[in-house]
């Protein structure tokens, strides 16, 4: 196997893995609340410690990419992540586990910024990209059966041993496969690179809409089951069915619409603009009409998955090859902004006028999504990159 081909099987590898931990966090959750003997307010204390560091690895990334290179930085982040796993295994008091999910949060931002700019460097960035975040999708997916299946015989630390041990091997792929530097790059020319990714209209306006997507994204998927059980009086197993249909149809339009795609002759521009219709079509399907739940959530799903890792392939189009990893960080650390204050949003929304107010949220963040799509859309350059 030559070293892109491992570059690329380990990028994959690293976002299941880092998918399989989100997707366990939730099943976690109970066992850690009688364990550590602390209500739901202060365990969820970890997701915020979780969110600041995963900011703060994705706003490092580009900057550390360039001045470092992808070896050092990568295999760094991973040795990080699976210490800070490996010590969350054995059990620390609760400040230091709500400190360690810092410490692993900002090694997943740094290491899910580098592989963006990694692959999108690649040829056939676009389908690369999906195919690496539906990785990551399939491992939410798998997530939470492992965790349910290890914690009837094992305590709930015993996840976190599995996933320290885990990202040893992907350590020694680091190591081996990628290159110790970024072409063309020197620490001199590094400076100052976040300062004008952050001045840069192009990647604030695609960083506003990775904000909307993961907002949208983690609002349909944390309140969906709570719509359809009290707004639409469906019963449990119906809900459930239809939310892990959400998800999986997610996963499966990131393996699938791309590909498809680049054999018709789609830009990333066109095969973005087709997802984003779609997500607002199917948002507004769903509340207007009484489409079949398991359906209407498995399509808004799959028109959904594609749009994040598109939306990271155009960057090198939008800021030139330079910037770009830094602009990728951007956009990844400011995307976790919106997977936690639009969620929020649209639960403060459900308490003050019903739960039956997510699919109006829904379409009006869909229809925010085309409307900021069209600036970056024109501000994209032909090229290579710009091609599935």
Request: proline share 7%.
């Amino acid at each position: 196997m030559d070293g892109v081909r491992v570059r690329v099987a380990s990028a994959y590898a690293t976002f299941a893995l880092l998918g399989v931990g989100i997707g366990a966090s939730g099943v976690l959750l109970p066992a850690q609340l009688d364990d550590y003997g602390v209500d739901r307010s202060t365990l969820g204390l970890t997701f915020l410690t979780g969110a600041v560091g995963f900011v703060l690895g994705g706003a490092a990334a580009g900057p550390l990419l360039h001045r470092r290179g992808p070896r050092a930085v990568l295999a760094a982040a991973g040795v990080l992540f699976a210490v800070a796993a490996l010590v969350t295994a054995a059990h620390p008091p609760f400040a230091g586990y709500a400190l360690l999910q810092a410490v692993v949060g900002w090694a997943s931002g740094v290491l899910e910024s580098v592989l963006n700019a990694v692959l999108a460097a690649l040829p056939r960035a676009t389908t690369r990209l999906n195919r690496m975040h539906a990785f990551f999708g399939a491992g939410a997916l798998l997530g939470p059966v492992g965790a349910t299946r290890l914690l009837a015989t094992a305590p709930w630390p015993t996840a976190w041993l599995v996933l320290g041990l885990a990202a040893l091997p992907l350590v020694a792929c680091y190591l081996v496969a990628f290159p110790a530097r970024v072409p063309a790059a020197s620490p001199a020319r590094s400076t100052g690179l976040l300062g004008t990714a952050l001045r840069h209209r192009g990647v604030l306006v695609a960083t506003l809409l990775l904000v909307l997507y993961v907002g949208l994204e983690q609002s349909v998927g944390s309140w969906g089951f709570s719509y359809l059980v009290q707004a639409r009086g469906h019963a449990d197993a119906a809900a459930g069915y239809a939310v892990g249909a959400y998800w999986l149809g997610l996963t499966v339009g990131r393996f699938t619409i791309s590909p498809v795609l680049a054999r018709l002759g789609w830009t990333a521009v066109g095969l973005m603009t087709l997802c984003l219709t779609g997500v607002a079509v199917a948002a507004a399907a769903l509340w207007s009409t009484p489409f079949p739940p398991v359906a209407g959530f498995a399509l808004l799903g799959f028109a959904l998955g594609p749009v994040f890792p598109t939306a990271i392939a155009v960057v090198p189009d939008l800021t030139g090859p330079r910037l770009a990893p830094t602009a990728m960080g951007v956009l990844n650390a400011g995307s976790s902004i919106g997977g936690g204050v639009l969620p929020w949003s649209a639960g403060a929304l459900a308490q003050a006028a019903g739960v039956g107010t997510l699919l109006p949220f829904a379409l009006a963040l869909a229809v925010l999504q085309l409307v900021v799509w069209w600036p970056v859309a024109r501000l994209v350059r032909s090229g290579p990159t710009g091609t599935v």
